[in-house]
């Protein structure tokens, strides 16, 4: 047996800053499908994607910029300027929520927005494997109801997750030390 895949997942580390080109349409197709392959309870396939690219990344940065300010939680000018200084870069966001079956109670909800986790983190590990950088953002807006729905996600049917940025990494990320898995590990006996 082959260590070398293992090996070269424990290399993954979170890329913020990527610039064009992002994914070619096949690997994105890959990175998608790798989404596709986590465990699902139920078979709900919980999650959903939306695709936001080029132009459509930098509009959306300043919708989610307004929606805060008009939710009450607006951003300081040196925070607006670092975001609008990202995304203009950025090829591709993947906006990702958890859709809620409220018709089914044997599965619990965080369990649905575990198994989307769970594709998040597959995506994020295929874009690796691929040689693009990618990071997963909670900000932008993920908690304005106004993006949310500006994305097609009613708060109502659908918890939004977050943003996935991939592209071409702009420089070569820093090495990181990762803690040593035996601090969080007990053996129960």
Not at 92 to 98: D, F, G, P, Q, R
Request: proline share 7%.
């Amino acid at each position: 047996m082959s260590t070398a895949a293992v090996n070269f997942l424990l290399s993954r580390q979170s890329v913020k800053f990527v610039q064009s080109p992002g994914p070619a349409p096949e690997h994105l197709d890959l990175i998608l499908q790798a989404a596709m392959t986590a465990p699902d309870h139920g078979k709900l396939r919980p999650w959903r994607f939306s695709l936001i690219r080029d132009d459509a990344v930098v509009r959306l940065g300043e919708l989610a910029i307004q929606a805060s300010r008009r939710a009450g939680k607006p951003l300081s000018e040196e925070k607006e300027v670092g975001i609008r200084k990202w995304l203009s870069k950025v090829p591709l966001l993947v906006a990702m929520a958890c859709r809620i079956d409220h018709s089914n109670t044997k599965v619990p909800e965080h369990e649905r927005a575990l198994a989307v986790g769970v594709a998040a983190g597959n995506m994020l590990n295929a874009a690796h494997m691929l040689g693009y950088g990618a990071f997963w953002s909670t900000g932008l807006g993920t908690y304005i109801d106004e993006v949310t729905e500006a994305l097609g996600y009613d708060s109502l049917d659908y918890q939004f997750l977050g943003f996935m940025a991939i592209g071409t990494p702009i420089m070569p990320p820093e090495p990181v030390v990762r803690p040593d898995y035996h601090e969080f590990v007990t053996e129960w006996k």
